[in-house]
């Protein structure tokens, strides 16, 4: 199978250079230069217009390949990005229940956590792009590598299953021991600095110890979601899009969960049946090939079902 893309060089350096600008909107919008915390309404106000943002961009997207190469054509790359866009933004999801376990752990206060968030967003951003690079250059020279994605997947999705209830026990976590063990980390937290001066000698404050198991988080996460968005397409323009759509409002959706996170989690289970999902998927291509459409229905029923159960499991006076 080949990975053709429909993004032209100007596609590729306009949404590049969206992305820059909007990481710097978002850099200075959602906490400024002084450390402060996020509101639930502020980072509503923000996921909204994160996902209004993607919805235009795939609406755009349509009208240019509907005057360029057809109707046809723009159809299923809209229908592509948006379920890529849906299947990322639930698998970051993931992400944050990560997050609220490891800023638990260290106490990070809440004023202090949208620095290290943005910096995770930038190791996202980084990190999906070297790997959906390298993804399609596979795919492009072995197609027999999808349906590794797939086995990988549907393990993946099995094992994160069985483990949904299991927690990491950060302080036995080896990155974290080894750093501790070769680095000056400083007991207390230094505002929203990563490293301190003391009496010349430089130390590493707890903050760099989050810094780095965020960026890990976020480099085992990119490990799942690259693969299953290739199981809705090989174009590495939606590809790249749409994980970059849902990556840029992680920020903002984290601080719209933080508080209520307990609320969903069965939604764990529902993200578990759609790796799963996705990978049998990749795996019965040569005898069905499922259209990009049903497999979002399956995916949005999934989600939805998850998300109603959690909600309903949890509402008050439920023991």
């Known amino acids: 199978m080949e990975a053709v893309s429909i993004g032209t060089p100007v596609m590729w350096a306009g949404f590049i250079a ?11 919008a959602l906490g400024g230069s002084k450390p402060r915390k996020v509101g639930v309404k502020e980072a509503a106000v923000w996921s909204g217009l994160w996902f209004g943002l993607a919805l235009a961009f795939n609406a755009l997207l349509w009208w240019h390949l509907e005057g360029s190469v057809g109707r046809e054509i723009a ?18 999801v993931d992400n944050i229940f ?19 968030l943005l ?78 001066l003391k009496d010349g000698v430089r130390w590493f404050t707890p903050m760099f110890l989050v810094l780095v198991l965020i960026e890990a988080t976020d480099l085992v996460f990119a490990v799942d979601s690259i693969p299953a968005i290739f199981a809705i397409t090989t174009d590495p323009f939606i590809v790249f899009t749409s994980n970059i759509f849902a990556i840029l409002g992680l920020r903002a959706l984290y601080f ?39 497999s979002l229905a399956v995916v949005a029923i999934i989600l939805t079902a998850s998300v109603i159960a959690s909600l309903m499991a949890t509402r008050p006076g439920k023991a």
């Open 18 to 28: 969206f992305v820059i600008a909007m990481v710097m909107l978002d850099m200075f």
């Open 75 to 92: 159809d299923q790359k809209a229908i592509e990005f948006l379920t890529g866009y849906v299947i990322e933004k639930s698998l970051s």
């Open 98 to 116: 990560v997050f609220l376990l490891v800023f638990g752990y260290f106490s990070v206060p809440s004023e202090y956590q949208r620095r290290v």
């Open 119 to 196: 910096y995770g967003v930038f190791g996202a951003i980084v990190m999906r792009a070297v790997m959906i690079l390298a993804g399609a250059w596979l795919v492009r020279e072995f197609a027999w590598v999808l349906y590794l994605f797939g086995a990988f997947l549907v393990v993946t999705g099995i094992r994160m299953l069985v483990m949904a209830e299991h927690e990491p026990d950060l302080a036995r976590n080896p990155m974290l021991r080894w750093l501790r063990g070769h680095l000056r980390v400083t007991d207390d937290y230094h505002g929203e600095k990563f490293t301190v």
């Open 256 to 294: 719209l969960l933080a508080d209520m996170a307990d609320r969903f989690h069965l939604l764990k289970y529902g993200l578990a049946m759609v790796l799963t999902f996705i990978g049998a998927k990749m795996l019965i291509a040569p005898w069905y090939h499922m259209p990009t459409a049903a």
